[in-house]
């Protein structure tokens, strides 16, 4: 299996997906999550290794099958998200976070199922950890992509968080229209780098990633020159 990664434009680098929702529990029965059907992360992932990559899949839960030759491992919470990926970071080249990561959890995890009572109630919550800027601003960083999925202002909220992040590339994803993103099978999306951007018009996620795939390979080689 070792010439499988001898070459493509990602030959021998080694990659590292985020993908999916994350649920985060109230109680044994309940938690908090998001819409994420993972099939963009894993449609980056099968690009990934067809362009040469190691290639490595964080995967919050997804009913999807693995693309042969990547390696997964499951998560459920945004905090075993982090976790996981930190322990690959000491072997990530290229890191993308395609995850859907639940912006806040729980305050607390009621151990037993809680009752119902009250004709009102509410949610205490608290932030989660920010995985990719997490990653983007540890040392000997890998070269970090993130998306930005808005349903207004896309480029604006995008370009914003690519430079809070740190994020070497960020991939905007207008989600306010129909027919893409979310639970579809194709996607449209602009990429921006910090001097540069690209659309990418409406066709299917594996044809997408692909695009994304070879658009990382360009810039990672334009900024090491
Ligand atoms: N992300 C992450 N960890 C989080 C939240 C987001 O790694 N706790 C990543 C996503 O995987 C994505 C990028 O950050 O690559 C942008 O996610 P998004 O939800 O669009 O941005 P947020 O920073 O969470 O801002 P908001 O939801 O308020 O728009
Ligand atoms: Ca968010």
Request: net charge neutral; charged share 20%.
């Amino acid at each position: 299996a070792a010439a499988l990664f001898d070459s493509g434009l990602l030959a021998g680098q080694r990659v590292v997906i985020t993908a999916g929702p994350t649920r985060e529990a109230l109680d044994p029965v309940r938690y908090i999550s998001n819409h994420s059907s993972g099939r963009m992360g894993f449609a980056l992932a099968r690009a990934a290794v067809d362009a040469g990559a190691r290639t490595t899949l964080v995967s919050g839960p997804v009913q999807l099958a693995t693309p042969a030759h990547v390696r997964r491992v499951d998560v459920e919470s945004a905090q075993q998200m982090l976790d996981q990926c930190l322990e690959l970071l000491p072997e990530c080249d290229i890191f993308i976070a395609c995850a859907a990561v639940a912006d806040y959890r729980p305050a607390t995890f009621a151990s037993q199922k809680i009752k119902k009572g009250a004709e009102r109630s509410s949610l205490e919550l608290v932030r989660n950890p920010d995985i990719v800027a997490t990653v983007a601003a540890s040392s000997a960083a890998p070269f970090t992509v993130g998306f930005a999925a808005e349903t207004s202002k896309l480029l604006e909220y995008a370009q914003a968080k690519m430079e809070n992040k740190q994020l070497d590339m960020i991939v905007a994803n207008d989600v306010a229209g129909a027919g893409i993103g979310f639970n579809s099978d194709e996607n449209a999306a602009t990429v921006l780098w910090p001097g540069g951007s690209e659309v990418l018009e409406q066709a299917s996620k594996l044809n997408i990633a692909r695009r994304i795939i070879a658009l990382i390979a360009k810039q990672m080689k334009n900024s090491s020159e």
